[in-house]
């Protein structure tokens, strides 16, 4: 599958990314892999803490190192959504929203990340949700993210720029 490009809107003083697609799998299992320590892991990155409604979050770090992003569960409705502050280091608190229903082909989902001020968050997104479609479709989940990312990037760029 390939990942559509998403919407970029303004949103005060940052941005808003809309991303919304058809990942051919059922609710649940795309649900565990977005929620999972284990298969969240594989495509995108290790975190410890408690995903439920309250819970906090951290990226997953080795040593003293600070994880370079925290957050805290606002609201979970299992298997449907869950919206969480994303508070990445050296940048202010934003919002992620991820909501999944049942569709033809498969399972739609939306991720609504509000508030970003970097446009990194574009490719860096889409080179996570391509990963993520790797991982629900069973095939080997692409180990260069730098490459995509960097790939990517000009694109984003100049869409940010043109806002």
């Keep these: 599958m390939t990942i559509h490009s998403p919407t970029i809107e303004r949103h005060g003083d940052g941005f808003r990314l809309v991303y919304d697609e058809v990942y051919a799998t059922g609710i649940d299992d795309l649900w565990q892999a977005i929620t999972t320590r284990e298969r969240l892991a594989r495509w995108m990155v290790d975190y410890t803490g408690d995903l439920r ?62 508030g970003i001020r970097s446009i990194f968050y574009g490719a860096g997104w889409q080179t996570y949700l391509e990963r993520l479609d790797a991982e629900v479709a069973g095939t080997p989940i692409p180990q260069d993210w730098d490459a995509r990312f960097a790939e990517l990037s000009p694109e ?8």
Aim: net charge negative.
């Design 156 to 163: 984003y760029e100049k869409r940010f720029g043109e806002l």
């Design 53 to 114: 409604e309250g819970g906090t979050w951290a990226v997953a770090t080795e040593g003293d190192e600070e994880p370079w992003a925290t957050g805290t569960i606002a609201s979970c409705d299992a298997p449907r959504s869950f919206t969480t502050t994303w508070h990445a280091t050296g940048e202010e608190p934003t919002e992620l929203t991820v909501t999944l229903e049942e569709a033809d082909g498969g399972t739609r989902t939306r991720l609504v990340h509000t």
